[in-house]
Each structure stands twice: as C-alpha cells, then as structure tokens.
C-alpha cells in the first residue's frame, strides 16, 4: 500500500505559499522592506516524503518557496500588510523561518514537524536605524507520511499569527510610543506662579523688592548679594505620534540666600540687584531660543537640552561676573547706567517690558 501511494505522489520540489486570507490595514505605518536574515539561507523546510521502494526510510528533502524564499516571503507580506502608504516606513528582518519534520518515535509512517519564526520590525528615523518590536513563534504538527499538503498551511498559519502580533502591537502603540514618534513639538512656558514661601520668580509685573532679601547680612564691601539661577522641568509625552515637551522654564531667586546690609535700601542699589536677575532672564531666553526645531532630534532629545542647559548656566556665570566687574558691584554709575540701559533693549527684544514701560531712569546712588 505504501509503493502504491509513492508511486502516485508528486515530487515536491518546492512549496507553494498560498496567500494570505486577510489583509490587515492602517494609516499608522507601511512595510517599505522585506529582509532575509536568515542564517545561512537555508532551505525553508526539510520535509519526510514517502519512500519510493517499499521497506526503504522516508526521504528528507530540503524545500524552498516557490519562486524563492524571499521573493516569496514579500509578497506574502505584502498581501498581509499596509504597502505603500502610512506614517511609518518600516523594515520586516526575517531572522527565522524554518519547517523541520523528523519522524514519529515508534509510528515510522508519521511525521512530526515544527516551524521556528523570528520578525524582526524597524525602521530608519533621522538617519537611524530604531529597533521596534520582534516576534518569535513556534508551531507543531503531526502528519502521515503521505499528507505532504499539511506542511504549507502550517507555515502560512505561523507567519499569519507573527504579522498579525507585528501589525497590532504598531497599531497600538503607535500614537503613545516613543520608539514610533514622527515629530517633535518643544514649547517652553514661563512659570511665574509666586507660590513658594522662599523663592520669588522671575515676572515682569513683580520686580525684587528689599524684603525678598531675608538672610543675615554679611561682612565684607558689598551693601548687598542676590543669587538669582535658572532651571526648566517637564514631563515628555508622545501624542498622536508627535514628541510634546512642554517645559516649564523658571529663572528664580532664592530668599533665605539674598542679604542686604542696613546702609543699601536705596532705589539705586535695588537696581543693581534686580539687573542680575534680569541677566538670568536673558540667558534663559536665549537658551529657549538655541533650541530650534533644526537642533533638536527624536533621538538625542534629552541630552541635546541638558548640554545646552549646561552651556546657559556657564554663559549665565559668565555674564554675571562680567556685569559686577565692569560696575565695580554698582560703584561705577556710568557703567551701571551703560548696563541698565543694554539689559533694558534686550529684554523689549525677547517680548519682556516690565509693568509695560522700560524702567525709568533711576537717582545717583546716594553717598554714604
């Protein structure tokens, strides 16, 4: 009975993959390219056929697709997945695809088989090669000797749960995923909330006054210190596929470190202290300014900020010790004139008017 049926079977030489039975769709994303990276290459499957003389074992033969593997592969794919349109132009890696079959312990005249998968899903962003989601999957089988059509199906089956695993997991994670992210969006907002018992924030509506300088004064030439900085904070969220950075940028001073001694109440001297704060201000907007949608990148998004925060609060170090130098800390009247006036034209510059006027000029500081 079995020469008879051998006798009869169709050598295989290859496997016909049939199409796919559904094909999924979305907006979200395309398969721009199918990539073998198999191993070696081998043979899709390695399958037991009958034996062609009766009493001899069944014969392992290596099969590949139809028309090629990987030609094969695509167009599978392709009957699968959204081609050629979408967001996204992803990349499908096959790492694995392989049909084995061995015989049956103790049933010579039966075959078990078992399929290996392993998809790999990414896709080139600014330049950059951004790794996914991967799908690794196994499937087994029984077959007689003779129902060699068992083994396609098989197949299709695996590599229809693997695409269809690869096709949801993009669905989902699309609009929230960073991974997945096809634009960013960095906003800065001013945060000039005075909530805070011991700081005073930066707003144009609220200068300094003498009593934000709440710690002990200190010995020394100076009538007064101020020791205003900046930060910025924020909580990154990918909505719609879109990077938002909606950062809060703080210029601040601290109370309990600010002093001044009982002989600098004056108008003059409050000025001095009040254009360091201003100069943190500048070198803030600056900073907001060098982060152009140019320089920052999906990828290096966050240590592109810190650097350049770390340029701002060296610049800011820089400018500070600059103006108390050329004002001799404010001795200097005409400098600190000089000062006032250049720190008044960039803040009209970057939108910052306090009370909606530039400050007045102010008295000569008064002997003492």
Not at 132 to 140: P, V
Not at 277 to 288: Q, S
Not at 347 to 363: D, F, K, S
């Amino acid at each position: 009975m079995i020469s008879a049926v051998a006798q009869t079977q169709p050598t295989l030489t290859s496997l016909v993959l049939k199409a796919p039975d559904t094909k999924l769709a979305s907006a979200d994303y395309y398969i721009a390219r199918v990539v073998d990276e198999r191993a070696g290459r081998p043979a899709v499957a390695s399958l037991l056929l009958p034996p062609a003389q009766p009493n001899q074992p069944p014969a392992l033969r290596q099969l590949d697709l139809q028309g090629g593997t990987l030609a094969a592969l695509r167009q599978f794919v392709g009957q699968s997945l959204p081609r050629g349109t979408g967001r996204r132009p992803l990349t499908l890696r096959i790492k694995e695809c392989r049909l084995t079959e061995t015989l049956t312990p103790g049933q010579p005249k039966y075959a078990d088989g078992t399929l290996a998968l392993h998809l790999v899903l990414d896709w080139q962003r600014e330049g950059e090669t951004v790794a996914l989601t991967e799908y690794r999957g196994a499937a087994r089988y029984r077959r007689a000797l003779w129902q060699t059509a068992v083994a396609e199906p098989a197949l299709r089956q695996g590599l229809t749960e693997g695409l269809r695993y690869l096709h949801a997991w993009v669905v989902s994670q699309a609009p929230t995923s960073l991974k997945l992210a096809t634009d960013l969006r960095l906003r800065f907002r001013d945060y000039h909330d005075q909530t805070e018992p011991d700081t005073v924030f930066y707003d144009p509506a609220r200068p300094l006054t003498w009593a934000d300088f709440t710690a002990a004064p200190r010995p020394g030439p100076h009538a007064a210190a101020v020791f205003p900085s900046f930060a910025y904070a924020g909580q990154p969220r990918v909505v719609n596929g879109v990077l938002q950075l909606d950062m809060r940028l703080k210029v601040f001073v601290v109370r309990s470190s600010s002093w001044v001694s009982a002989a600098a109440r004056g108008a003059y001297d409050l000025n001095h202290e009040q254009r360091h704060f201003d100069l943190v201000k500048l070198v803030a907007e600056r900073f907001k300014r060098r982060l152009t949608p140019t320089r920052m990148t999906l990828k290096d998004y966050d240590s592109i900020l810190q650097y350049e925060y770390l340029m701002a609060f060296q610049e800011m170090n820089r400018v500070q010790e600059q103006y108390d130098a050329e004002t001799q800390h404010g001795l200097n009247e005409a400098a600190q004139e000089s000062w006032n006036q250049r720190i008044e034209a960039e803040l009209n510059q970057y939108g910052v008017t306090r009370r909606g006027t530039a400050v007045a000029p102010l008295p000569p500081r008064l002997p003492k």
